[in-house]
């Protein structure tokens, strides 16, 4: 298990962009996948991006592609979200996740999970 605590979230009117923040309590940082779900009420939790343990390699849902960008500092044990470009649509609880996989993209790929941070974009 991975201790993950996310920040950064919080009000932000359409169009604006904020910067969640995970860092993770782990001494092997660099074994894990990283990933964003997000999980709006009434809905189930959905991924919206992931990240390979060296950054070469990133993937997205369709509906954030060209808007939000996922990284990771490998020396301070945090992986990032970058939003741009936000939509009301876009609010929801955000989670942090880390992945023992390869290649994770699903719910059940991840086996440690943040306690999410709250995004709330106003139109």
């Known amino acids: 298990q991975v201790q993950l605590v996310e920040s950064g979230g919080g009000l932000v009117q359409a169009g604006g962009s904020l910067r969640l923040s995970c860092a993770a309590s782990?001494?092997?940082?660099?074994?894990?996948?990283m990933g964003w779900f997000r999980q709006a009420p009434g809905k189930e939790r959905e991924f919206v991006a992931a990240?390979?343990?060296?950054?070469?390699?990133?993937s997205y849902t369709d509906s954030v592609k060209g808007r939000f960008t996922i990284s990771r500092d490998n020396a301070k044990n945090t992986v990032y979200l970058q939003m741009n470009s936000l939509k009301p649509e876009d609010t929801a609880v955000y989670y942090c996740?880390?992945?023992?996989?390869?290649?994770?993209?699903?719910?059940?790929?991840?086996?440690?999970w943040g306690q999410g941070t709250q995004v709330t974009v106003s139109s």
């Open positions: 996740a880390a992945s023992n996989r390869a290649y994770a993209h699903s719910h059940s790929d991840f086996h440690s």
């Open positions: 782990t001494r092997t940082f660099t074994s894990y996948t």
């Open positions: 990240i390979s343990w060296s950054g070469g390699s990133t």
